[in-house]
């Protein structure tokens, strides 16, 4: 089992920048690729990024290219998405997930954090 744990979400005006942070634990980290997804009110579910285990392989949905990083620290556990330019269309629960494979579905996933922009 893999548990994840968002942080990082809040209210933020449109332009603004947030860090979001995913902690792993459980089994080994760095086995582990790691992705972003996002669901806003009403809305399905919806990829942001990806990140594969060594970092070498990155993706992201076109609706952030160019704004949104994500990055992750094997030594710590933990993912990053550093959203910068956000708008208020980012508006969304951020969650979390990781699989073992990129020919798996994402297994695990966290309990999500809101992001709010406001315009």
């Known amino acids: 089992q893999v548990q994840l744990a968002e942080s990082g979400g809040g209210l933020v005006q449109a332009g603004g920048s947030l860090r979001l942070s995913c902690a792993a634990s459980g089994h080994t980290f760095s086995n582990y690729n790691f992705a972003w997804f996002r669901q806003a009110p009403g809305k399905e579910r919806e990829f942001v990024a990806h990140?594969?285990?060594?970092?070498?392989?990155?993706y992201y949905v076109d609706s952030v290219k160019g704004r949104f990083t994500i990055s992750r620290d094997n030594a710590k556990n933990t993912v990053y998405l550093q959203m910068n330019s956000l708008k208020p269309e980012d508006t969304a629960v951020y969650y979390c997930?990781?699989?073992?494979?990129?020919?798996?579905?994402?297994?695990?996933w966290g309990q999500g954090t809101q992001v709010t922009v406001s315009s």
């Open positions: 997930a990781a699989r073992y494979t990129t020919q798996s579905s994402y297994n695990y």
């Open positions: 990140i594969s285990r060594s970092s070498g392989n990155i």
